[in-house]
């Protein structure tokens, strides 16, 4: 890179939830960077970040549109260095992201190329990965295409669900995040265009209400991944017997199962431990389930 280190950065932070909490204190903790302002989401605006700018002196924004010229308005009087955005929620246009001289970033909880768009932990899982990545990128006009500063990848195993991949996300965000901003803080680092890792990548889509309902002619794979994708703090993968919603919270594979042909969503067994259920090859284990309707062998679900 052809500039030099900056003496004191002075940032914009665009932001919502406990990621953010933390990578707010790792900036205000360091000397060499300032936050001008903090803008939260505009649809319950984070109240820890409201509190701590009060008790910081740190102007805080909420805008229903941040890419209106009232708002554009206000946020150029702060004459920034850079824009960081964790975990906002609105389109950043060319007009708002290209005005701080070193640009915008993001941190998104997926490895980019792979995996842009929304709902990246939940997909990871359901497409049966062996790690996800989280990576701080420039907003470009694409969905999380923008160059890449700085990207990590973390392990998934059997035993993750989506609320362990989002803690390692709330732990790791922030700290990637700062370690970036360091890094364009001293000019120290070359970026990296995704066309260069897949000239396509992929994009995912936001889940919606009914993308929680179990098919039992799919895998018990496809079946584990899924309820382990979807457990608390989401929406709970479902079934349903006798017009009655059953919300399935954890599910064991069961390695040493046959895979035959019966019927898909059969309860076949129940005991101390849960119930098995038959899938489209083999069965799985169901051990934590919420349900206001007893469930016995022999039942089947749909």
Known sequence: MNRSSIDKLKIGYFADGPWSHKALELLVCDPQLSIS????RYTNPDPHLKARSAE???????????????????IYSH?????VSMSFDQILRKELYAYPPLGTINCHAGKLPFYRGRNILNWALINDETEFGITVHYVDDGVDTGDIVMQRTYPISDEDDYAS???VAYRECPDLLYESIQLIRTASFDRVSQDSIHPCG????????????????????????????????????????????????????????PSYICIPGAILAK?????????????????VWQSEIKLSAGQRFS
């Open 202 to 257: 992929s994009i995912c889509s936001k889940r919606i209400a009914g993308d929680e309902k179990i098919d039992w002619s799919k895998s018990s794979r496809n079946i584990f991944n899924l309820i382990r994708a979807l457990t608390h703090p989401g929406p709970l993968a479902y079934t349903e017997l006798d017009g009655h919603k059953v919300q399935i919270v954890k599910a064991e594979m069961l390695p040493e199962a």
């Open 37 to 40: 302002f903090i803008c939260a």
């Open 271 to 287: 005991d101390c431990t849960g119930f098995l259920v038959k899938t489209g090859d083999t069965y799985i284990r169901i051990t």
């Open 56 to 74: 910081l002196g740190i102007t805080f924004y909420v805008s229903e549109n941040v890419n209106s010229a009232q708002f554009l308005e206000s």
């Open 165 to 167: 991949l989002l803690n």
């Open 79 to 83: 004459n920034c260095d850079l824009f």
